[in-house]
C-alpha cells in the first residue's frame, strides 16, 4: 500500500489538503487517505472532497493533547508505507508533523507554499520562505514518505463530488500519554477578522503613544478599512490585540489598499503584506525599508502626514 | 533543582541579506546574530535557574567559526556551553540538527528540562525541539508562552488558536517558547566579561556516535522578489494631492 495521507484538525482544513493532495495522488498514480478526529460525521463528507479512505481516530479523553495520536499514526504509517504525508500547519499539526517525521525517520518542508511534481525525476519540489521571508527555499525530500506542513488556506477547499465511493476504518484508541491538559481556556476577545479586508491601515513603532491609534483609526475609518499593526505594537507595547499583528509570525492580508504608519518595514512584516494591490508607507526616516517594498511613499512626520490625509481622503471621497 | 538546557542557533541576520540582480540571495554583506526565539529560550532557562536553582548549559550545534554565538549566549545566564562543532555542519536541515542534539544530550548531559525557541529565524522551520523530544522519548510542549516548575512536573502556557491549552508533563521535558514568555536581557558589559571565563565543551563530528545524512535537500534558495513602484511624495500639500490622486487612479478608494 502506499498513498497521499492528510491529518488536520477540521474539515475545512481537510478538504483544503485535499485540493492538492487527490491532484498529487493522480500524478503519483495513488490513492488519498484522510485522518479524522473522533467525528464519524464528516467521513461521508470526506469521501465526497476526494478521500477513497478515512481512518477514523476514536475522540480522545478530555485531558489527553492531541498528540496522544502520534503513537496511532506511526502504527499506521509503519504498516502502510505511504508516498505523502501533508498536514495542516496549525500550531498542533506543525508539533505534531515534526515528532511524527522524527519517528518515521523522514523529511518535512514545514509551511510549505506550492508543490510541483518533477515527473522526469519523479520528486516532489516544495517551496517554503526562509529568512524572515526575504528568501524562497525549495526543498526535496530523500526519504519516505515525503512529509509537509501546509498552512491553512493556502489551497482552496476541494470541491465536493456527489457519488464518491470510500472505505472508512476505524483505528485503536490512544493510549494514555504522558502529557495531560489541565485547562483550555478560550481567547478572552473576539477581534475582528483583518485576513480579507480590503483596506488596512497599520500602526508601526512609530506610533509614540497608545493614544495617537486613534488617528490610524481616523484614517481607516476616513478610507472604509481596518487597523492592523506591526509586532513591536501588539507583542511588545500590548496596545493592539496579536489577532492584529501582520508578519510572518502573524496574520498575512491580501487588501487593495495598505498604508503602513510609522512602519519600519522589517522582511518579516512585509512579507505578511506581499499579496496587497497597493501598498504605501508614511514614514519620517527616508531609509525606512518599506519605501523599498511600497508603490507610493510619503517621506514625513505621521502626526503631521495622517491629519492632512484623513482631510484629503474625506475630500475625495465626498 | 532543575538541570537545564538551552538551545541556540548561531544565524546569519535576515536585516542583511539583499536581493541580487538576477534572483539570487546576495549575502556578501551579512552579520550573524544570535536567532531571536533562542535568546528568549536562554532567558527563560536562566529566570528558571534564579528562582529554582540548579545548572544551565547553554548547547549549539554549528560550524567552529560561530565561537562568537558562544560568547552571546554565555552573557545571558548559562553557566557553561557546549559546542558540537565540524566544518560541515554549515547547513543542516532540522532532522540533522536534532539528531545530533539527540545523540550529545543522551549520551553525555543530564537533564532535567531542554529548552529551545519555537523556531530559528534563519530557516523557521520550527521542527528541531519537537523532533529533539521524540527521539530523546521525552514529554514536548511547544509554543509555550508561560513555563512553571512545580515539583518534579512542568506546567506550559502553550498558545494554539482558540487560546491557551494548559497542559502538564513530568521531568524530564523539552519545551519550544515564543516569544511573549519573557523579555530576553541586555548582556552588560560585565556580563560579556564573565562570560568569556565560562566553560566550552567542545564536541567534534567524531565523538558522535553516527553520521546524520540529510533528510531533506534544498534545491535552490532564491531572493523572493517584490516589485513596486516605489514612488516617493513628501509632506507638502501638493504632494498630498498627488499622493490621493495616485491611489485613486489605482481605483482603491471607493
Given at each position: 500500500?502506499?498513498?497521499?495521507w492528510?491529518?488536520a ?6 478538504a483544503?489538503?485535499?485540493?492538492i493532495g487527490?491532484d498529487?495522488?493522480?500524478k503519483?498514480m495513488?490513492?488519498t ?17 476526494g478521500?477513497?479512505?478515512i481512518m477514523?481516530?476514536?475522540a480522545l ?9 502520534i503513537?496511532?499514526i506511526?502504527?499506521?504509517?509503519q504498516?502502510?508505507?505511504p508516498d505523502?504525508?501533508?498536514i495542516?500547519?496549525t500550531?498542533r499539526?506543525k508539533d505534531?508533523?515534526a ?16 508543490v510541483?511534481?518533477?515527473?522526469g ?11 524572515g ?13 515525503v512529509m509537509a ?13 456527489s457519488?464518491?465511493?470510500g472505505?472508512?476504518?476505524e483505528?485503536?484508541?490512544?493510549q ?16 475582528k ?13 512609530g506610533i509614540?503613544?497608545?493614544?495617537d ?24 507595547a ?26 519600519s518595514?522589517q522582511?518579516q512584516?512585509v512579507t ?8 504605501c ?13 511600497a ?7 505621521l502626526?503631521d ?11 475625495a471621497?465626498? | 533543582?532543575?538541570?537545564?538546557i538551552?538551545c541556540?542557533?548561531?544565524v ?5 541579506i ?6 539570487e540571495?546576495?549575502?556578501?554583506s551579512?552579520n550573524y546574530?544570535l536567532?531571536d526565539y533562542?535568546?528568549n529560550?536562554?532567558?527563560?532557562a536562566?529566570r528558571i535557574?534564579?528562582e ?6 547553554a548547547l549549539?550545534?554549528?560550524?567552529p567559526?560561530?565561537?562568537k554565538?558562544l560568547k552571546?549566549?554565555l ?18 536541515e ?14 553525555k548531559l543530564?537533564?532535567?528540562l531542554?529548552?529551545?525557541?519555537e523556531?530559528?529565524s ?24 508561560k513555563l512553571?516548575?512545580?515539583g518534579?512536573?512542568?506546567i ?6 482558540e487560546?491557551?491549552?494548559?497542559t502538564?508533563a513530568?521531568?524530564p521535558?523539552l519545551v ?10 541586555i548582556?552588560?558589559?560585565k556580563?560579556?566579561?564573565t562570560a ?12 558522535l556516535s ?5 533528510t531533506?535537500r534544498?534545491v535552490s534558495m532564491t531572493?523572493?522578489s517584490?516589485e ?7 509632506a507638502e ?14 481605483g482603491?478608494?471607493?
Amino acid at each position: 500500500m502506499a498513498g497521499v495521507w492528510i491529518f488536520a484538525e477540521n474539515l475545512q482544513q481537510t478538504a483544503e489538503l485535499l485540493s492538492i493532495g487527490s491532484d498529487l495522488a493522480s500524478k503519483l498514480m495513488t490513492t488519498t487517505s484522510a485522518f479524522l478526529i473522533g467525528n464519524t460525521d464528516s467521513a461521508d463528507d470526506c469521501i465526497a472532497f476526494g478521500a477513497d479512505e478515512i481512518m477514523e481516530l476514536p475522540a480522545l479523553a478530555g485531558d489527553q493533547p492531541l498528540d496522544a495520536y502520534i503513537p496511532v499514526i506511526v502504527a499506521e504509517a509503519q504498516t502502510a508505507d505511504p508516498d505523502v504525508f501533508l498536514i495542516a500547519a496549525t500550531v498542533r499539526g506543525k508539533d505534531i508533523a515534526a515528532r511524527l517525521a522524527a519517528r518515521l525517520k523522514t523529511g518535512l518542508c514545514s509551511d510549505c507554499i506550492g508543490v510541483t511534481f518533477d515527473e522526469g525525476n519523479n520528486v516532489l519540489e516544495m517551496d517554503r520562505l526562509a529568512y524572515g521571508g526575504a528568501a524562497i527555499q525549495k526543498v526535496a525530500c530523500m526519504t519516505r514518505p515525503v512529509m509537509a506542513t501546509i498552512p491553512p488556506g493556502t489551497y482552496k477547499p476541494a470541491p465536493q463530488q456527489s457519488g464518491r465511493q470510500g472505505t472508512i476504518r476505524e483505528l485503536q484508541a490512544p493510549q494514555p500519554s504522558p502529557s495531560t491538559v489541565l485547562e483550555r481556556r478560550p481567547k478572552e476577545t473576539q477581534v475582528k477578522d483583518i485576513t480579507e479586508s480590503r483596506i488596512v491601515v497599520c500602526a508601526g513603532r512609530g506610533i509614540e503613544r497608545k493614544e495617537d491609534l486613534s488617528l490610524v483609526q481616523e484614517l481607516a475609518t476616513a478610507l472604509g478599512g481596518e487597523i492592523g499593526c506591526t509586532r513591536p505594537i501588539s507583542e511588545e507595547a500590548h496596545w493592539l490585540p496579536e489577532e492584529l499583528c501582520i508578519g510572518l509570525s502573524g496574520i498575512s492580508v491580501k487588501p487593495d489598499l495598505y498604508i503602513g504608519l510609522g512602519v519600519s518595514g522589517q522582511v518579516q512584516h512585509v512579507t505578511g503584506i506581499r499579496d496587497a494591490k497597493v501598498i504605501c508607507a508614511v514614514n519620517k526616516d527616508e531609509n525606512a525599508p518599506l519605501f523599498g517594498a511600497a508603490d507610493y511613499g510619503i517621506v514625513g512626520d505621521l502626526y503631521d502626514v495622517v491629519p492632512k490625509l484623513i482631510e484629503a481622503v474625506k475630500k475625495a471621497k465626498a | 533543582m532543575p538541570n537545564i538546557i538551552a538551545c541556540f542557533k548561531w544565524v546569519i541576520d535576515e536585516a542583511y541579506i539583499r536581493a541580487g540582480s538576477s534572483g539570487e540571495l546576495d549575502m556578501r554583506s551579512v552579520n550573524y546574530k544570535l536567532s531571536d526565539y533562542d535568546r528568549n529560550a536562554i532567558e527563560e532557562a536562566a529566570r528558571i535557574k534564579e528562582e529554582h536553582g540548579g545548572t544551565v548549559i547553554a548547547l549549539t550545534v554549528g560550524i567552529p567559526g560561530g565561537t562568537k554565538g558562544l560568547k552571546d549566549a554565555l552573557s545571558r545566564g548559562p553557566d557553561k556551553a557546549c559546542f558540537i562543532s565540524d566544518p560541515s555542519f554549515e547547513n543542516l536541515e532540522p532532522s540533522q540538527t536534532a539528531a545530533i542534539l539527540a545523540d550529545v544530550i543522551g549520551r553525555k548531559l543530564d537533564y532535567d528540562l531542554i529548552i529551545c525557541g519555537e523556531g530559528s529565524s534563519d530557516l523557521y522551520a520550527r521542527q528541531v525541539g519537537p523532533r529533539l523530544a521524540e527521539t530523546l522519548g521525552i514529554p514536548c510542549i511547544s509554543f509555550v508562552q508561560k513555563l512553571t516548575i512545580d515539583g518534579n512536573r512542568i506546567i506550559a502556557e502553550r498558545k494554539v488558536e482558540e487560546g491557551i491549552e494548559v497542559t502538564a508533563a513530568p521531568m524530564p521535558a523539552l519545551v519550544t517558547v515564543v516569544p511573549d514568555i519573557n523579555n530576553p536581557r541586555i548582556p552588560g558589559v560585565k556580563d560579556t566579561l564573565t562570560a568569556s571565563k565560562k566553560e566550552v565543551i567542545t564536541i567534534t563530528k567524531d565523538d558522535l556516535s553516527s553520521a546524520y545524512e540529510p533528510t531533506l535537500r534544498t534545491v535552490s534558495m532564491t531572493a523572493a522578489s517584490m516589485e513596486r513602484n516605489c514612488v516617493k511624495f513628501t509632506a507638502e500639500p501638493s504632494d498630498i494631492t498627488a499622493f490621493i490622486e495616485a491611489l485613486a487612479k489605482e481605483g482603491v478608494l471607493r
